[in-house]
Nanobody, 115 residues
Framework: QVQFVESGGGLVHPGGSLRLSCAAS????????MGWYRQAPGKQRELVAV???????NYADSVKGRFTISRDNAKNTVYLQMNSLKPEDTAVYYC?????????WGQGTQVTVSS
């Protein structure tokens, strides 16, 4: 059983920045992926940025150069720094972790980019 505490969402103007955080607890020592997905209204959930177990990072093309994923292993926490936000970044952002037993999801945090 994995528990998540997500924070950092909110309303921001275009061009602004937000930082999301996700603290995970439970049996998470052997993950194959940990990071962020998002789901906009009427659209499928999509990858934003993830760490793999080998330490590499994968980003969606739409966020490359604007978003940065980072982590604090001691705190089992992953962060998503989002800069130069656009209205099309508006979505519910979900923290996730992929384990051999399956994928666990956080409750989601709303990010709204609007003038």
């Amino acid at each position: 059983q994995v528990q998540f505490v997500e924070s950092g969402g909110g309303l921001v103007h275009p061009g602004g920045s937000l930082r999301l955080s996700c603290a995970a607890s439970g049996s998470i020592s052997k993950f194959y992926a940990m990071g962020w997905y998002r789901q906009a209204p009427g659209k499928q959930r999509e990858l934003v940025a993830v760490f793999t177990s080998g330490g590499s990072t994968n980003y969606a093309d739409s966020v490359k150069g604007r978003f940065t994923i980072s982590r604090d292993n001691a705190k089992n926490t992953v962060y998503l720094q989002m800069n130069s936000l656009k209205p099309e970044d508006t979505a519910v952002y979900y923290c996730m972790i992929g384990l051999t037993t399956g994928v666990s999801w956080g409750q989601g945090t709303q990010v709204t980019v609007s003038s």
